[in-house]
């Protein structure tokens, strides 16, 4: 409780400009409010103010600490505000990130149409296909696909599994044929993934190993899984994407599944958020809908 109070204080003074009209607001003498902040940079082991015979400017670490404490304050007052008017909203901002195709397509549109329904809610999201840092970077959860490293500090939810699949131009297999068994893949033209001097290989489960590892020839490589699809469209060669990314294509007879009776691979996607002892409301709320939202669109 000593901490917050010192949290309070140093709020203020940043609020204020200086420590000696923060003391002003907060009735205190100068001298306290410095003590105070003094104790809480020997505390934390930085320095939060720099500080002239006339004026305290904010050091980098001090600006860090401050959008912190502000936002956790910020909850306090709005769960107190709450609390005194008998609801329990969903209130407040949520800042998501996530990959930048499958956020586009797949987890927006969920989590914006909470908006309608809970008017105190306000969403910021992300989208960068980098693994951010939530505490660094100030994220309440990210959305995550795949194999995750280990990590003490976050707690994980599996909201839906997603399907890879290989399709195909009805102007491909016209001029080409449909691949009928894995063997027929290296005969067969491919746009592949890759980055740099790397690509993706395409993998399937198999009853003798854990994956069967093959590849068509190719002479197209492609680093964004939209232009990979658009090739595939034109009938450049066969695909292999998540299912959700060519639905549309498939409905409207641009695109084709084929090798449908060879089992596909399927990898999960994760809710993640910093480990703490109470989650927030909208935190739950949103990873609730995505895990009921996003199993349908998966397909």
Same mark, same amino acid.
């Given at each position: 409780m000593?901490?917050?109070?010192?949290?309070?204080v140093?709020v203020?003074?940043?609020d204020a400009g200086g420590?000696?009209?923060?003391?002003k607001?907060?009735?205190?003498?100068?001298?306290?409010?410095?003590?105070t902040i003094?104790?809480?940079?020997?505390?934390?082991?930085?320095?939060?103010?720099?500080?002239?015979?006339? *004026?305290?400017?904010?050091?980098?670490?001090?600006r860090?600490f401050y959008?912190?404490?502000?936002r956790a304050?910020?909850?306090?007052?709005?769960?107190?505000?709450?609390?005194?008017?008998?609801?329990?909203?969903v209130r407040?901002?949520?800042?998501?990130?996530?990959?930048?195709?499958?956020?586009?397509?797949?987890?927006?549109p969920?989590?914006?149409?909470?908006?309608?329904?809970?008017?105190?809610?306000?969403?910021d999201? *992300?989208?960068?296909?980098?693994?951010?840092?939530?505490?660094?970077?100030?994220f309440?959860?990210?959305?995550?696909n795949?194999?995750?490293?280990?990590d003490?500090d976050?707690?994980?939810?599996?909201v839906?599994f997603?399907?890879?699949?290989?399709?195909?131009?009805p102007?491909?297999?016209?001029?080409?044929?449909e691949?009928?068994?894995?063997?027929d893949?290296?005969?067969?033209?491919?746009?592949?993934?890759?980055?740099?001097?790397?690509?993706d290989?395409?993998?399937?489960?198999?009853?003798?190993?854990?994956w069967?590892?093959?590849?068509?020839r190719?002479?197209?490589?492609?680093?964004d899984l939209? *232009?990979?699809?658009?090739?595939?469209?034109r009938?450049?060669g066969?695909?292999?994407?998540?299912?959700?990314?060519?639905?549309?294509d498939?409905?409207?007879g641009?695109?084709?599944?084929?090798?449908?009776?060879?089992?596909?691979?399927?990898?999960?996607?994760?809710?993640?958020?910093?480990r703490?002892?109470?989650?927030?409301?909208?935190?739950?709320?949103?990873?609730?809908?995505?895990?009921?939202?996003?199993?349908?669109?998966?397909e």
């Open positions: 000593e901490h917050l109070k010192d949290v309070s140093f203020e003074a940043v420590f000696s009209a923060a003391a607001r907060l009735n205190l003498t100068r001298s306290a409010v410095a003590k003094a104790r809480m940079e020997t505390r934390l082991k930085v320095r939060l103010f720099h500080r002239t015979t006339r *004026s305290q400017g904010m050091t980098e670490e001090g860090y959008e912190r404490c502000l304050i910020e909850e306090i007052r709005a769960g107190e505000a709450e609390l005194e008017s008998g609801r329990r909203d407040g901002k949520l800042r998501v990130t996530m990959p930048v195709i499958f956020g586009r397509q797949c987890v927006a969920l989590l914006i149409g909470l908006l309608d329904h809970h008017p105190g809610l306000e969403l999201l *992300s989208f960068s296909d980098r693994v951010a840092d939530l505490r660094a970077d100030g309440d959860l990210a959305v995550r795949g194999r995750l490293k280990d003490a976050t707690v994980v939810r599996r839906a997603q399907r890879l699949t290989v399709c195909a131009s102007a491909y297999i016209e001029m080409h044929g691949p009928q068994r894995l063997e893949l290296p005969n067969h033209e491919g746009i592949i993934y890759g980055k740099r001097e790397s690509h290989t395409w993998v399937f489960p198999s009853p003798d190993d854990p069967r590892v093959v590849l068509p190719s002479r197209l490589r492609l680093d939209e *232009s990979i699809r658009d090739a595939a469209c009938g450049l066969l695909a292999w994407l998540p299912c959700w990314m060519i639905r549309n498939v409905a409207t641009r695109l084709r599944q084929v090798l449908k009776a060879v089992p596909s691979v399927t990898f999960e996607t994760h809710a993640v958020w910093p703490s002892p109470v989650m927030l409301p909208r935190v739950r709320l949103a990873i609730d809908t995505l895990a009921v939202g996003l199993p349908g669109m998966m």
